[in-house]
């Protein structure tokens, strides 16, 4: 005859161990919605909303844009295909409430470009600091700037040699000031 000691001891193994298959199917439950949400926050960030338009252009060029003008824009076809936000980043936390219309940044901010409302952050002449490859800072002067797939995209010449760099994004780059060498 078994121990009760023993009996204890099985049923508690079997029990943890039903717990446990429990919680790994729930983690690649968990697993399978991360990778949901990390393809959708990748593909969200090629869109723009009515909102952060209005903020846009007011943050640009200090002029308030209601929503019935982004509205109307998009009606007309200018800002691109409209597209729900929750009906298309389902795994996406949104606001409550009203329904949230996104357009591609790329045809909007195009458009935004072409009426004025969107300006580069740096212009031609400008100090920026930017990283080269091994990540070491270096200043660069502002040669051009274009919009290209709704983001500005800059030519630099780096300061005191006669190097260029082409096509750097505008979230590489920095405002210099100062003298950058002590940073």
Not at 12 to 32: A, D
Not at 46 to 63: A, M, P, Q, T
């Amino acid at each position: 005859m078994k121990s009760l000691k023993r009996i204890e001891l099985e049923n508690t193994i079997k029990l943890i161990e039903k717990k446990i298959e429990g919680y790994q199917q729930e983690l690649k439950k968990c697993m399978k919605q991360m990778e949901a949400l990390i393809v959708q926050e990748k593909e969200r960030e090629k869109f723009v909303s009515s909102k952060e338009i209005v903020d846009l252009i007011e943050r640009n060029v200090g002029k308030k844009i209601n929503m019935s003008t982004i509205k109307r824009w998009a009606d007309e076809g200018y800002l691109g295909e409209v597209i729900d936000e929750k009906e298309k980043f389902w795994a996406l936390q949104s606001k409550q409430g009203k329904k949230r219309f996104l357009y591609p940044k790329a045809q909007a901010f195009a458009f935004l470009y072409e009426k004025g409302f969107l300006q580069p952050e740096f212009d031609v002449l400008d100090r920026v600091l930017v990283k080269n490859r091994e990540m070491v800072p270096m200043i660069g002067i502002v040669i051009s700037s274009s919009l290209d797939k709704g983001e500005f995209r800059y030519n630099l010449q780096v300061e005191g040699t006669l190097d260029r760099l082409k096509d750097v994004k505008e979230r590489e780059l920095t405002l210099a000031t100062g003298d950058v060498n002590k940073a």
